[in-house]
C-alpha cells in the first residue's frame, strides 16, 4: 500500500549492503521519489535509465536525522 515507506526502505537497504561490501541492485518500478533525486514527474527517464557511483548521489536531505 501506497505510503508505508517501501521505497525509503528499499533505498536504505541498498545502501546498507553497498557500505557493508555486498553487490547491490535496485530496481524501482514506480518512481515516487523522483524529486528527492533531482529529477521531476512521474513517469521520468521515459524508459532511460543510468547508473551512477554512490558518491555522485546527493539526496538533498536537510535537517537532523536521528
Do not use: Y
Amino acid at each position: 500500500p501506497a505510503g508505508e515507506g517501501k521505497t525509503t526502505v528499499s533505498i536504505g537497504l541498498a545502501q546498507g549492503l553497498k557500505k557493508i561490501g555486498r553487490s547491490v541492485a535496485l530496481a524501482l518500478r514506480q518512481p515516487s521519489m523522483g524529486p528527492v533525486f533531482g529529477r521531476k514527474g512521474g513517469a521520468t527517464g521515459g524508459g532511460r535509465s543510468t547508473i551512477q557511483p554512490a558518491e555522485s548521489i546527493n539526496l538533498h536531505f536537510t535537517g537532523d536525522f536521528h
